[in-house]
């Protein structure tokens, strides 16, 4: 994850998470990712049922009452020791997670345990009371997908009338209270809406907006002629560099990430240096707090079944099962040789990624996407950008 109005805007420095001490639970949200512990950010898919067919789905999700997931005496039990481990937030995600008919009462439950609670959402299912509630019982933030404008969108989420009732959720989420944002996945059907997202972002005063790299995992495996070029992909991050900077020049000070590729780092890092030499060195120790992807270190997922992966798009992989024992004792098992590879993957990747000059602010990326276009967890992840002469070979 990187903090595009963060880093390139400045609007926050290297000392903003210092004045904490970069604990997990002591920082505030928006300086989460510069923890210095990487108590994991907990992923629960609650449940795999979804009222959409999204063509990159990583959990494959339709429309159907799926066996075995969580009762609400175990998920209450996950809750207990996510609080008591310190992980300082948990994200309910599904499928679509508000079908559950107990979300409310995990959402409460959570929030009553100290945890920060939000939600990721398709955005068709909130309606004005159920936003009343969600605000009520102390809910952080709710995420909802918008993949394009509305003929875009609607294809990408396969049911007719999606972005209309995304829309509606918005203002209803805003109207109450409640902190809003939009999550948009990038790939070859989409990209070309991003200016259009971003007006709409400033025109409905939406506060966030995280822009998603594809993840090559369940349906989205399927996807990856779609992923962007690695032409198209620096420019897609040049533009929501120039439009996040236009929207803070205007007074707006929209949150705005980038998500699942940290060669989003080094590349705006890159750009910093020649436009606001200062500025970058500032970024550049940022970034070496945040560190890269933490999948299996500060990202971690608990799925409908109870299984725990690495992150939410490493579901054919599994460390063990919250019923059989606390997520807390799988997460630490120092027995788990692959596990423990992944809190300390720098040692491990291999080609340019073991030679690239960022590898302390990257991490080597998404092994999950190397895994799937080379069969080699350690191979260089395919969606790099980044040129042999920037990555310093």
């Known amino acids: 994850m990187i903090g595009i109005s963060k880093l390139y805007c400045g609007a926050i420095e290297a000392s903003d998470p210092l004045r904490y001490g970069r604990r997990s639970k002591d920082l505030p949200s928006h300086l989460l990712q510069f923890s210095q512990d990487k108590k994991p950010v907990v992923v629960w898919n609650v449940t795999r049922r979804c009222n959409l067919k999204c063509v990159h789905c990583y959990s494959q999700s339709e429309d159907l009452d799926y066996q075995g997931e969580l009762s609400t005496d175990e998920g209450k039990a996950l809750i207990d020791d996510l609080a008591q481990f310190g992980s300082p937030v948990i994200l309910f995600s599904g499928g679509e997670p508000l079908i559950r008919p107990d979300i409310l009462e995990l ?10 609670a ?5 955005g068709t299912l909130i309606s004005r009371p159920l936003a009343e509630n969600l605000h009520e019982i102390g809910l952080s933030y709710v995420g909802i997908s918008l993949d394009g404008l509305e003929s875009v969108h609607d294809a990408f989420r396969g049911v007719r009338g999606t972005f209309e009732r995304v829309l509606r959720s918005i203002k209803r989420c805003q109207d109450v209270g409640l902190k809003v944002g939009l999550r948009f ?12 997202v971003f007006d709409l972002v400033e025109e409905r005063k939406i506060p966030r907006i995280c822009f998603y790299h594809l993840v090559y995992s369940g349906r989205g495996a399927d996807l990856v002629s779609e992923d962007l070029s690695h032409e198209q992909t620096r420019e897609v991050v040049d533009l929501i560099m120039d439009r996040t900077k236009r929207l803070h020049d205007n007074g707006l000070p929209v949150e705005v990430l980038t998500v699942d590729n940290h060669a989003d780092g080094p590349y705006l890092y890159l750009r910093l240096r020649r436009e606001d030499p200062p500025r970058a060195e500032a970024v550049l120790e940022l970034l070496q707090m945040n560190e890269g992807n933490n999948s299996g270190r500060g990202i971690g997922c608990v799925s409908w079944d109870g299984s725990v992966h690495a992150d939410q798009f ?11 024992r606390p997520f807390s004792r799988v997460w630490t098992d120092p027995s788990d040789r692959f596990l423990m590879m992944l809190k300390e993957k720098k040692n491990h990747v291999k080609g340019r990624c073991a030679q690239c000059r960022w590898l302390d602010i990257c991490a080597g990326n998404f092994r999950v996407r190397a ?18 002469e920037e990555i310093g070979l």
């Open 107 to 116: 959402i409460e439950y959570a929030v009553e345990k100290g945890l920060r």
């Open 118 to 122: 939000v939600v990721s959402t398709n």
């Open 185 to 196: 996945t990038v790939n070859k059907r989409n990209y070309q809406d991003i200016p259009g």
């Open 314 to 324: 490493w579901r054919h992989l599994s460390f063990g099962n919250v019923r059989e």
């Open 371 to 388: 895994e799937a276009v080379h069969d080699d967890v350690w191979a260089p992840d395919p969606a790099c950008y980044l040129t042999d």
